[in-house]
């Protein structure tokens, strides 16, 4: 799974069912708005994340990141994609997309090929794809 353009259809398929699972486990009881995110790997590997929410509202940790700090601490430098799935409890009813922050801390991790692919999903049937470059141009960075 070395290229990230070699994820085929039924990875993508499995991402999304993944990010749905995910999106189970959300602790959202102020927004009541769900949401649930799935990464690759290069090796392959799965993390997952939801969206905690805090009495004090600005701690609130988005899916995306959840899952991105996960992936981080078990020693992860690399995404290849990540799929996101969102809506209020009743059902997934939106495309969600990742906020401003989330696409900030996913640009830190990009892969060899120099690109996250990303897939809001309403189901593993119907989603949209993008690339982090088109969500994010011209990204803050630091000249080492
Ligand atoms: N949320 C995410 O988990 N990811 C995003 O990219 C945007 C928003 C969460 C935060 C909050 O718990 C709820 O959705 C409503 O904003």
Do not use: W
Not at 34 to 48: D, E
């Amino acid at each position: 799974m070395g290229d990230n353009m070699s994820l085929n259809e039924k990875v993508i398929k499995l991402l999304i069912e993944e990010a749905i699972k995910a999106r189970d486990m959300a602790y959202a009881p102020y927004s009541k708005y769900l949401v649930g995110a799935a990464l690759i790997v290069p090796s392959g590997n799965i993390y997952t994340g939801c969206n905690v929410e805090n009495a004090s509202y600005g701690l609130t940790n988005c899916a995306e990141r959840t899952a991105i700090f996960k992936a981080v601490s078990e020693g992860q430098r690399h995404v290849d994609a990540m799929a996101i799935v969102g809506g209020p409890i009743e059902e997934i009813s939106d495309y969600a997309y990742p906020c401003g922050a989330c696409r900030q801390v996913l640009s830190e991790f990009l892969p060899e090929s120099g690109d996250i692919r990303i897939f809001v999903a309403k189901s593993p049937e119907d989603y949209k794809e993008y690339k982090l470059s088109e969500l994010i141009p011209n990204l803050f960075f630091i000249t080492k």
